[in-house]
């Protein structure tokens, strides 16, 4: 049987269809315009579901969904977003059920990504495993025995507002991919003939697509951000594995396409950070599913809730 996966972000549209292995057959992938909102959005997705649903030699059965802010993942009500105006309150499983004729099934996409990976990524044969996504924002996830473990309405795992000290700085206030762009702006203007420097000159936004390339030729600055970044992230991080102890942390999102530098700077924090009991503390794992961690997981929403009905 296949379902329409659906990843709902403040930057990208995602929709696929595929299976609940997590093998997708199909993919519409859309530009989010924030100034078009919701509203925006919605119509995005309504022109595209129809091709979805009904490709193939049988109709899709199901919808899933990851979307980028807490919602009541029972009834599919959005509480927010942070990024696109036009969501609060909104009956986004109501909705899409009307659109579709289908069951839908909604969750947060930080959620729905350690779905993903748990089954059929990086947390594969893992049990149980923590997500951290680190993109425009920070968030997280937590799959225990194969389910996804769920707090009080509406959401749970927010590592991203973790606070690093009393004053309310929060690990997203440090790590999110806008914070890490303006640190290597902030550094690439002291060392304007760098590695980093040269490649980010007149640049405003993105510098961390800039920041594996400067690592690799031994870039100072770029290398102190890395590891400030760790060393937040670690901490933040040390809370996650005092309270729940997962056996693997899977990073994924943007910044984690830094690659092998970035997963061992975290490895190597967390660990000093963990009560001894715990060392060296969980397996840091780079994500599996690369971009499609989200969609993959919708899919995998959708046919896991089918089967529980």
């Given amino acids: 049987m296949d379902y329409v996966g659906i990843e709902i972000g403040g930057t990208k549209l995602q929709l696929v269809r595929g299976d609940g292995s997590g093998r997708i057959v199909e993919r519409r992938r859309l530009a989010v315009d924030a100034a078009e909102g919701g509203e925006g959005i919605r119509r995005q997705i309504a ?11 049988a109709r899709a059965v199901g919808v899933g969904v990851g979307f980028g802010g807490p919602v009541d993942w029972r009834t599919g009500q959005v509480c927010c977003s942070h990024q696109v105006k036009g969501w609060h309150d909104f009956p986004l499983g109501e909705w899409l059920a009307k659109e579709t004729g289908l069951p839908v099934h909604v969750d947060n996409d930080a959620n729905v990504a350690a779905l993903g990976e748990a089954l059929h990524g990086a947390g594969r044969s893992k049990d ?3 997500w951290i996504n680190m993109g425009s924002g920070v968030g997280g996830g937590m ?38 762009d303006a640190r290597l702006r902030e550094v690439a203007s002291h060392h304007p003939t760098g590695p980093l420097g040269l490649r980010v000159a007149g640049k405003t936004g993105g510098e961390a697509r800039h920041w594996a390339a400067a690592l690799a030729e031994g870039d100072a600055g770029a290398q102190a951000v ?10 933040g991080l040390s809370h996650v594995v005092q309270l729940l102890h997962p056996e693997v942390v899977v990073v994924g999102g943007g910044l984690s396409l830094v690659g092998e530098p970035l997963r061992a700077a975290i490895a190597e924090a967390l660990g000093r950070y963990v009560m001894d009991a715990f060392r060296p503390g969980p397996e840091v794992r780079l994500a599996g599913l ?20």
Avoid: M
Avoid at 167 to 177: H, K, M, Q
Avoid at 226 to 235: I, P, R, V, Y
Avoid at 290 to 308: F, H, I, K, T, Y
């Fill in 226 to 235: 890395l590891s400030e970044l760790a060393d937040n992230l670690g901490f």
């Fill in 290 to 309: 690369g971009e499609d961690s989200v969609p993959v997981g919708a899919l995998a929403l959708a046919a896991s809730r089918g089967r529980d009905g």
């Fill in 47 to 57: 022109g595209a579901l129809p091709g979805l649903i009904a490709a193939g030699s």
């Fill in 128 to 130: 149980p495993v923590f």
């Fill in 143 to 180: 799959v225990v025995g194969g389910s996804l473990y769920h707090g009080q309405r509406p959401g749970e795992c927010e590592v991203g507002h973790v606070r690093l000290d009393k004053s309310g700085v929060t690990v997203e206030d440090r790590c999110s991919g806008w914070a890490v």
